[in-house]
């Protein structure tokens, strides 16, 4: 059986596993020409940098079940709020999540996130925080965050270790953090994996 490259279509097992895709799934989860980055992974664990609908169609190759997915994206691209107190850190982490096609929304401190929040009809998809700053802490505003928008998945930054964070604050391991120094490919798969759950 042969698909139209131009399609964006994956093939699952039934449980879920991606088999093949096509030129134009690879190109629209942002591996175009790579199908080795995301053959044997889950459909829900590969990385999109917009919004995606799915369609799903089961069928049968030789006796074995199989699904045929064809991906869509809304055209809208994920909003990310940055955090962060230091304006230089901030201005450049926001430089590399635009260029990776990202809209990015910056405030200074949780203060002037949760102003952002209650004035923004517009929903925020992930928000990224450092855990150290002034007037409201990161992990302050995450418990804040849960009664203003508990559907935005939030992510955790910090020069402390994860160890150092736990004792720092008083979120538990299950919010996802990520540890200066990093490199941008490691944010940015942090992000994508993120945004997937």
Same mark, same amino acid.
């Given at each position: 059986? %042969? #698909? ?17 895709? %096509? ?54 691209? #994920? ?37 952002? #929040? ?60 990520? %540890? ?18």
């Amino acid at each position: 059986m %042969t #698909f139209d490259a131009a399609v964006p279509l994956l093939v699952l097992t039934r449980e879920g596993i991606v088999l093949s895709a %096509t030129e134009g799934a690879l190109a629209l989860l942002g591996h175009s020409g790579a199908s080795d980055a995301i053959l044997g992974r889950r459909l829900e664990d590969l990385p999109a940098r917009t919004r995606l609908r799915i369609r799903r169609a089961p069928f049968l190759l030789r006796g074995e079940a199989l699904e045929a997915v064809i991906l869509e994206s809304s055209g809208e691209p #994920f909003t990310l709020l940055m955090i962060e107190d230091d304006a230089e850190f901030r201005e450049a982490t926001a430089r590399v999540l635009q260029a990776r096609g990202y809209r990015v929304l910056t405030a200074e401190d949780g203060e002037q996130a949760i102003d952002l #929040f209650q004035k923004r009809s517009e929903p925020i998809d992930l928000v990224i925080s450092d855990v150290v700053m002034p007037k409201v802490s990161g992990d302050e505003f995450y418990l804040i965050l849960q009664q203003l928008s508990p559907k935005t998945r939030f992510l955790l930054i910090s020069g402390h270790s994860p160890r150092e964070v736990l004792e720092l604050t008083s979120l538990g391991p299950e919010v996802p953090l990520i %540890t200066k120094p990093w490199t941008s490919q490691e944010l940015l798969q942090k992000i994508e994996s993120i945004l997937k759950k």
